[in-house]
């Protein structure tokens, strides 16, 4: 069973930056496409970024493209999210998910946005912007 843990989350001024990490054990990480996504208060998770098994591929909503930089180290199981100029709007829930690659070719680079290709989810971390 896949496990997520996600940190690095808190209370930060508008401008300012965070680095998120999510933490996965329990199966080969090597062979998951990973994704961050987030939830406001009141409002639907929705994607935020993402990124393939290998490390080259990446893909961000046109809400946080230029800001946010997601990125993965394979040999330590970990894939960050590095978010900078930060504004209030991104105040939210920030959940990291796994999407197993061993399905057909091209599945992740097409559904990488959809909550239904992820197959395991951590618990979040809040994320709250001040202006």
């Known amino acids: 069973q896949v496990q997520l843990v996600e940190s690095g989350g808190g209370l930060v001024q508008a401008g300012g930056s965070l680095r998120l990490s999510c933490a996965f054990s329990?199966?080969?990480?090597?062979?998951?496409?990973m994704g961050w996504f987030r939830q406001a208060p009141g409002k639907e998770r929705e994607f935020a970024a993402g990124?393939?098994?290998?490390?080259?591929?990446?893909y961000y909503a046109d809400s946080v493209k230029a800001r946010f930089t997601i990125s993965r180290d394979n040999a330590k199981n970990t894939v960050y999210l590095q978010m900078n100029s930060l504004k209030h709007e991104d105040t939210a829930v920030y959940y990291c998910?796994?999407?197993?690659?061993?399905?057909?070719?091209?599945?992740?680079?097409?559904?990488?946005?959809?909550?239904?290709?992820?197959?395991?989810w951590g618990q979040g971390t809040q994320v709250t912007i001040s202006t």
């Open positions: 990124i393939d098994w290998s490390g080259r591929s990446t």
């Open positions: 998910a796994a999407s197993w690659e061993g399905g057909p070719a091209g599945y992740y680079s097409d559904k990488y946005h959809q909550r239904g290709a992820y197959d395991y």
């Open positions: 329990g199966r080969t990480f090597s062979s998951y496409a």
